[in-house]
């Protein structure tokens, strides 16, 4: 099933010039960036994006790296796009990510880990909708 799926280039890899990298992998992959755009999130934003977090004891270290340097929103289109991405991108903590995934190739920590992905349908809807209008996603 063609689905949609929310991305986010997190400010280790924008620090580090790697939005170019970072979209070649997803776009070898088979998705298809279908909206992005390049944003400083605000505490709030950060707070609220993450907010099934809030309890754990990195949130605070979370927010402050989310809004640290910009990142770069997205929404990826394509085959079962939610679980591709999830694959594409690599464990949490790069030190267990597989071979070619982005977090393998480029993340520093579990923390600074160069990108989000949704992790289910509905949060894509959720997600997306927090930062593109429907104008915005051009398929
Ligand atoms: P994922 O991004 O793979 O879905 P989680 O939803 O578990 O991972 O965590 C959200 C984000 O919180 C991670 O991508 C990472 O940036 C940060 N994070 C997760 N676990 C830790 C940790 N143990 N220490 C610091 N930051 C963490
Ligand atoms: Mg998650």
Redesign the pocket.
Known sequence: MTERTFSII?PDATEKNLTGAVNAVIEAAGLRIVAQKRIKLSQAQAEKF?E??NE???FG??VE?MTRAPVVVQVLEGENAVARY?EV?G???PAQAAEGTIRKLYAD?????S???S?SLDNARIEIAQFFTDDEIVG
């Not at 920590?109 to 880990?113: K, R, T, Y």
Request: charged share 25%; no cysteine.
């Open positions: 997190k993450y099934i977090h754990r004891p990195f270290e979370l790296f999830r991108m464990a949490t903590n920590s579990v923390g600074e880990n990108v989000h992905g992790d």
